[in-house]
C-alpha cells in the first residue's frame, strides 16, 4: 500500500531560533497529526544536524532535507551528499524543486543522477515536477510533465521507482495562493500514475506516492486529497504554521 504523505518544505525560511520553535510547535501538536500519515519536515540544511537529535525521540515526525548532491564526498565546495544526510537519519529529500530547476539550472540528467544516489543510500527522494504558466496556458502541459517524469526516472528499475515520490507541483501554483483545482491536480496524478503502470506495470504504480504541492493549505487539502490518484501533499507557506500544517495531515 502505497503511503499518504504530508511535507512540509520550509525552503529559505526562518532562522535558527524561529526554526526550533516552529518544531517545539510541531511536537505540543504530536497528538493531534494524523498518526495514518507519514509527516515529513525539510527545514534549512544549517539545521539538519541539532534536528536529527531533537526528533530523536520524536519518530512520528520525519526528517528531510531540500536538495543535495550527487557524488557520496570529495572537493564539492558547498554540497550536501546523501552519505552525509543519512548519517543524520535524514529519510527523505527534495530533488528538483522547480526553484532549483529555475535559479540554479538543474537538469533533467543532474536531477536522475540526485534520485539514483538517494535511492542508493537509502533515502527518498520527493521527485517534483510541474509547469509554468505559459506551458499550462499553451496546452501541452501533460506533454510537458511527462518528459519530465521519462528523462529523469524512466532509466530506473521497477525496485529503484518504487523508492521514489513524485510531486506534483504546477509553477504558477506555487506561492501564488491560486491553487490547481481538485479535478486539474488529479488529471495529470493520474497521467503519472498511468505513465509509470505502462513502463513499470500496474502493482508499482498502485504503489508510488504521488503528491501535491502548490498553495495547498487547509482550506483546499481535503478536497485536493479525496482525489483518486493524490496521496498527499507538499507543502510551502502552510508548513510554517504548526496549526495549519496539523490541519492538513488531518484532510485525508
Ligand atoms: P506553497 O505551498 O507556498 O505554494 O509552496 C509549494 C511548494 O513549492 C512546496 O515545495
Redesign the pocket.
Known sequence: MRKQIVAG?W?MNLDYSEAKALLQDLFKLNKKFNPDTEVVICPSAPYIGVFAELLADHNWLKLGAQNCYYMDNGAFTGEISPIQLKSLNVEYC?VG???RRDNFNESYDLLSKKVKALVNHGITPIF?CGEQLQVRESNVYREFVMKQIEDSLFAFTAEEIVKCVI?Y?PIW????GKTASAEEAQEIHGLIRSRISSQFGEKVASEVSIIY?????PENAAELFAQKDIDGG??????LKADDFCQISNSF
Do not use: D, P, V
Open positions: 518544505n525552503k527534495i524543486h522547480s526553484e517534483c510531486a507541483e501554483a506555487i506561492g501564488t504541492g502548490g498553495s495547498c493549505k507538499l507543502i510551502g507557506g502552510a508548513s
